[in-house]
């Protein structure tokens, strides 16, 4: 499975972003200082690094030298609260392939994760098809059956996400942090809200509803009603 290295020292952040790319599909493995980011990258050889600047033993800057100076290719998103026009640039021209100031949204980071990892492995999957189901990812349209579904930003997202997990329970939480972000609040019932609004456009077989812990998505949910 592709393994992601988050270099923060923000537990909070580190844990929020750990969780959505595992509910992604993700391997998450965690650093929190220079020193840390060196030894993961070389022990786990990761597909992709999203690094802070601000480290408790030095600079994120300092480590994007290191990483590019010993050969580490892997594409670097730096994530950082340095939001000036110098920063970035610097960012860019000092080896990294992306660059986001915080607060953020997990959709926007998921986003650009997916795209530079889409550039190294060369996939171009454009949809997700489940039966009669079709998630056009480029087009950001959904058809059943043939016939064009309207879905807000956030409806396609959570259809998404749900989607690209067939079979998988997927807790509130973990919905909550893809789709929403982390500094959503999390007793909110946004997810359970949107659930709703997505079963009663694409239809309610496609989405089980797991007691206790949150949904699972059904591959074969139009099965039962197309026999």
Known sequence: MTQILIVEDEDRIASFIAKGLTAAGYV???A??????MDAVLVNDPALIVLDLGLPDGDGMDLLRRMRDSGVSAPVIILTARRSLDDTVAGLEGGADDYMSKPFGFDELLARIRLRLRHVDGADATTIEHGSLVLDLRARTVSLQGRTIDLSAR????AETLMRHPGQVLAREQLLAQVWGYDFDPGSNVVDVYVRYLRAKVGAEWIE????????WRRDGGAA???
């Open 28 to 30: 998450p493995v965690r």
């Open 32 to 37: 929190s200082t220079v020193r840390e980011g």
């Open 155 to 158: 409806e396609f997202a959570l």
């Open 209 to 216: 509803t797991v007691r206790g812990v949150g949904y699972r």
């Open 225 to 227: 009603q197309s026999t």
